[in-house]
């Protein structure tokens, strides 16, 4: 899940748009990259709730690692800690973890804007209604949200946030609903967008998905405590076993008499999960649909290897999200897998100062060549997608300079022509380089001897379709296909860029 910064749009100033090391002159991140979405967890009934909670916060923290929030219950009392930065960062205090009591926790990890602003937008939100508590946090993003708090405000809303989390609490609060269920149906009643939801009450965990299942959630177990979580992987990580996924549009409750389902929107025969889950989102370990994500992204390189061979001498993965789809593409090829690219795992921001000379080189920072496997080789660059290209320049150019002799690329998804309003950090359309250049064009721009994408069948199959059915797809792919398949109510009504620059996603 991202977030836009909450500061009024402006002049760009600073670094050249080109340079991918440059910060995104309003959110200050780096745009080369399709961001990562938030990630959710939720434990009831379990004596050690809260360290549960951040042991699968860890789980997930490749899906937001701005901030992380804890909430827990206690049966008389909420406790919560919500801080800047990583989990382990944050929730490594034995103090701080016997204070977060309960046999109730969720959590959230976040991928939001950086500034001033940000503190007040962690998650997970609290706010006290008649009823008790109420601690929410989404992951997605809700395509009506401008309108509906613009119409909350003028009734009187007092917002806290920034976050279009916060308006689900507000339509919660406006409902004269006796239940918290009832509340909570109306609210999604009146939102557009692609969301999974945790919310926890004083005597309830509720879990929601959206009405066509964009975003995940899945059901767990651990003993006789239930758990809600974006990914399996943050399951695994405790023990605890996978019970299911939640269905599009469906909401759980969990309480003391067990987990109560209904379906606020009625019955969904649609899905369209983000197809970016399998490509790169999700952790390689995870199960997303049932599918293992290791095994769907090396069908996916064997796909684009049937598509797209090349005479080569290595496979050469761009880490770490490249690893198993190259692994699949030098298995299907015949062709030797090298790890010609080496990460750097350490990276955080850094203390030297952004000069032009200095700032060509932030590309080291995080990747560098292994001259002594690339020198002289037809090597096979394999990447997840391409964005503005600004980094695979980079890349390209190292591997050159390490001796290569040749240097062909492949992306393990189709080419990014469409930005993401769901909940996903993408540039606006313009700065897209798929948006901008044929496929020969990208390949001139980015310096390659050849550069191929998987089509978009070729993707259908490796998930375990027979192909994209254009009539109706089986998964999101906006990106791609510019088919947007949620209401842009804001983009296409009253809402202008500095509006949508005041709202941040959840």
């Not at 916060?57 to 899906?63: G, K, V």
């Not at 997608?385 to 050159?400: D, F, Q, Y």
Request: aromatic content about 6%; hydrophobic content about 40%; charged content about 25%.
């Amino acid at each position: 899940m991202t977030a836009r910064t909450a500061a009024p749009p402006q002049t760009p100033t600073g670094p050249a748009e080109d340079d991918p090391w440059a910060p995104h002159p309003f959110t200050g991140r780096h745009m080369d990259r399709l961001q990562e979405e938030c990630g959710l967890f939720g434990i009831f009934g379990h004596e050690d709730a809260a360290a549960h909670t951040a042991l699968g916060l860890h789980a997930l923290q490749h899906r937001g690692q701005e901030s992380a929030g804890i909430v827990a219950y206690d049966g008389e009392q909420f406790h919560s800690h919500r801080a800047l930065g990583l989990v382990g960062d944050n929730f490594n205090d034995p103090d701080l973890m016997a204070r977060l009591k309960g046999d109730v926790a969720m959590g959230h990890v976040r991928y939001s804007t950086s500034g001033d602003t940000v503190a007040r937008n962690i998650q997970p939100l609290f706010a006290e209604f008649m009823f008790g508590g109420l601690a929410v946090a989404h992951n997605g993003n809700l395509t009506n949200a401008y309108q509906v708090r613009r119409a909350l405000v003028e009734r009187g809303n007092i917002f806290q946030s920034t976050s279009d989390t916060e308006v689900i609490i507000h339509l919660m609060a406006v409902s004269e609903a006796a239940r918290v269920a009832d509340r909570l149906t109306e609210a999604l009643r009146q939102i557009e967008g692609a969301y999974s939801l945790v919310a926890m009450t004083q005597k309830k965990l509720i879990g929601v998905r959206d009405p066509l299942g964009v975003r995940p959630l899945v059901l767990g177990r651990l003993g006789d405590a239930h758990i809600l979580a974006s990914e399996t992987c943050a399951l695994d990580i405790i023990g605890a076993k996978f019970v299911r996924d939640l269905d599009p549009g469906e909401v759980i409750i969990i309480d003391t008499d067990g987990i109560h389902s209904f379906r606020p929107f009625g019955e969904s025969r649609v899905r369209r999960l983000c197809i970016f889950e399998h490509i790169y989102f999700a952790r390689p370990d995870s199960l997303i649909e049932g599918q293992n994500v290791y095994e769907v992204r090396k069908r996916i390189g064997e796909e684009l290897a049937r598509e797209a061979g090349v005479d080569a001498d290595l496979v050469v993965p761009v880490p770490d999200s490249g690893v198993p789809s190259a692994i699949g593409f030098a298995q299907q090829s015949d062709i030797p897998f090298e790890l010609g690219i080496i990460r750097n795992h350490y990276v955080g921001r850094t203390f030297i100062e952004p000069t032009d000379n200095i700032r060509h080189l932030g590309v080291r920072l995080k990747h560098n060549a292994n001259v002594s496997g690339l020198k002289g080789k037809k090597v096979v660059l394999v990447d997840d997608s391409i964005v503005r290209g600004t980094t695979s320049v980079k890349i390209v150019e190292m591997v050159r300079d390490a001796g290569a002799a040749e240097v062909h690329m492949r992306i393990s998804s189709p080419p990014t022509t469409h930005s993401c309003y769901y909940g996903i950090d993408t540039p606006e359309r313009e700065k897209l380089l798929a948006a901008r250049f044929d496929i020969q064009g990208m390949a001139d721009h980015i310096g390659v001897d050849s550069l191929a994408f998987i089509s978009w069948d070729g993707l259908y199959r490796a998930v375990g379709e027979t192909g994209r059915d254009i009539e109706v797809p089986k998964f999101c792919d906006a990106c791609f296909t510019g088919e947007y398949p949620i209401p842009l109510t804001d983009r296409q009504n009253a809402a202008g860029p500095r509006q949508l620059s005041l709202l941040e996603e959840g």
